[in-house]
């Protein structure tokens, strides 16, 4: 490989930027102390620390199972949704009516609601994930049901092909980079915003371990979750879903 | 010898009257062309004989049975489309064995008949590839192969070639030509151009402007000279279309 290709894949000129960033970070530090912001040093140890007891598994793996319920439950239920858009116009309707309404609701409205109706459990982050990422991953659907070509259906009736059929060769794939996109944005949302709910009444998980750093003023810590979500979003991002869109796009 | 399609009396209503009212029959084995000026129905009736839309009024026999625009047809009827219509995510091959599978053969069967009828429209060794890596040419044999390959009753086209290059296009009818001749399959073509009916059809159907009727019906046996046939169309289609602005644009006094 030569020298420009690795340029290119380091994306050079954005490491640039980024010790420029490392730099001026270190001198805001030692301005401000360790309290406001900690040195990276301070961080890429405290990072070592938690991989080393385990603790990085422990929380994140608590963090995700709540996001695999919440996003698992929110996914099937777009995908029921997404199959009533495709029978009938009126469900397409009130379906697109409905995410409206949950789109513009806000993250902070599910968790006060679900703190009250399920009192400090895991039930409150899942709910909380459910509510959020439903409408992301459900309108995407919804979109793709709605822009299946008629013509290739009509096409379909032409060759007498069964109603399964035309579901499974035609509407399936066409709607598929609809959820995998719907998907790609709801996992990242489902991360951000359970970890939020994780703040209240639960005791594991990443966003539980920023807020207790915080009070316990161990902000390096904070810093060090930060950069464990960092890596979650980036490595589900590049491993699971180019990988899905790689697949899906083998055709084109 | 008894008709493969009879054409009774159909008409189309869009608001206003399309297709007036038009009566044809079809012996086994004919290439019919279906021309006219724009806007005069052409496709609405192709989609009437093929079941795909209801007509307003009139009977569309094929081999004695009426045709009823119904999703749960029996028909065998091949469709050629004026966009090829093929699944991006399945190969040529797919594409071809898809159609197959409502005719109750096994996947070796569906595979060896979309093979020899992918060979049949001239795409031996393009069978694994996606419609998205072949040419637009390459797209509509693949279309014409699924087509031929339920063996269909009666095979219509619409326009098959309206997107294709003008080289692609001549080599595009001398194949239909070379298809139809191989395999006498019963076709009806529509198309708007007058020297690609006069170059592969063998009984040309000259509708006239909106409402339309049968203006001209030409049996294209070579007992008539080419260029002549040509040219009186070409006369026929310009008197339809004068016609047509005739009834379509207000009179002059109206006009401010």
């Known amino acids: 490989m030569s020298a420009r290709d690795w340029a290119g894949r380091l994306h050079l000129p954005t490491l640039a930027v980024l010790v420029v960033v490392l730099v001026g970070w270190t001198l805001l530090s030692r301005r401000y102390g360790a309290y406001v912001l900690p040195a990276p040093g301070s961080i890429v140890t405290g990072f070592a620390e938690i991989v080393r007891s385990g603790e ?11 996001i695999a319920v919440g996003f698992g439950l929110a996914i099937v239920l777009s995908l029921l949704m997404g199959l009533g858009a495709f029978a009938s116009r009126t469900a397409r309707g009130i379906v697109t009516d409905l995410l409206a309404i949950l789109n513009s609701t806000s993250v902070f409205v599910w968790i006060v609601v679900s703190l009250i109706w399920f009192g400090l459990s895991n039930w409150a982050p899942i709910f909380t994930t459910f509510m959020i990422t439903l409408p992301v991953v459900a309108s995407n659907l919804v979109e793709g049901v709605a822009a299946v070509d008629r013509r290739l259906l009509e096409m379909g009736d032409v060759y007498r092909l069964s109603e399964y059929e035309k579901f499974t060769s035609i509407v399936i794939p066409s ?40 009070e316990i003023l161990a902000t390096q810590m904070v810093f060090v979750w930060a950069l464990v979500m960092i890596l979650i979003m980036v490595a589900t991002d590049k491993l699971l879903f180019d990988t899905l869109n790689r697949r899906l796009a083998r055709w084109r | 010898m008894a008709l493969k399609l009879e054409v009774r009396g159909i008409g189309k209503d869009f608001l206003i009257p399309v297709v007036g009212s038009v009566s044809f029959g079809v012996e086994p084995g004919e290439f019919v062309c279906l021309l006219g000026p724009n806007g005069c129905g052409k496709t609405t009736l192709l989609r009437i004989v093929g079941g795909i839309e209801p007509a307003s009024r009139g009977q569309v026999l094929l081999d004695g049975q009426p045709v009823i625009a119904d999703r749960r047809h029996q028909r065998h009827v091949g469709v050629v489309f004026q966009e090829d219509r093929l699944l991006p995510w399945l190969s040529l091959r797919d594409n071809v064995a898809l159609v197959l599978k409502p005719l109750g ?10 093979a020899q009828y992918l060979r ?3 795409l031996q060794g393009f069978e694994d590839y996606y419609p998205g890596r072949v040419s637009g040419g390459m797209r509509q044999r693949a ?51 007058i020297e690609e009916a006069v170059a592969i059809g063998t009984t040309l159907i000259m509708l006239s402007a909106r409402p339309s009727r049968i203006r001209e019906l030409i049996r294209n046996d070579g007992s008539q000279e080419r260029g002549k046939l040509v040219d009186d169309l070409n006369t026929m289609i310009m008197e339809e279309v004068q016609r047509q602005q005739a009834t379509d644009l207000p009179p002059q006094g109206a006009r401010s």
Do not use: C
Request: charged share 20%; aromatic share 8%.
């Open chain 2, 105 to 114: 053969l096994d996947a070796p069967a569906r595979h060896a008949r979309a």
């Open chain 2, 143 to 193: 279309a014409i192969a699924r087509a031929l390959a339920i063996e269909p009753d009666l095979l219509l086209m619409d326009e098959p070639f309206g997107a294709l290059d003008a080289q692609n296009r001549r080599i595009m009818q001398q194949e239909v030509r070379r298809i139809w001749a191989e395999t006498r399959r019963t076709i009806l073509f529509v198309t708007h151009s």
């Open chain 1, 56 to 66: 990085i598994w422990t929380h994140a793996v608590a963090s995700l199972s709540r």
């Open chain 2, 120 to 122: 049949l429209a001239g």
């Open chain 1, 175 to 214: 709607t598929l980079p609809y959820l995998v996109a719907g998907m790609k944005v709801g996992f990242g949302l489902a991360l951000k915003v359970s970890v939020v709910a994780e703040i209240f009444g639960v005791t594991s998980g990443i966003g539980y371990v920023m807020n207790y750093s915080r």
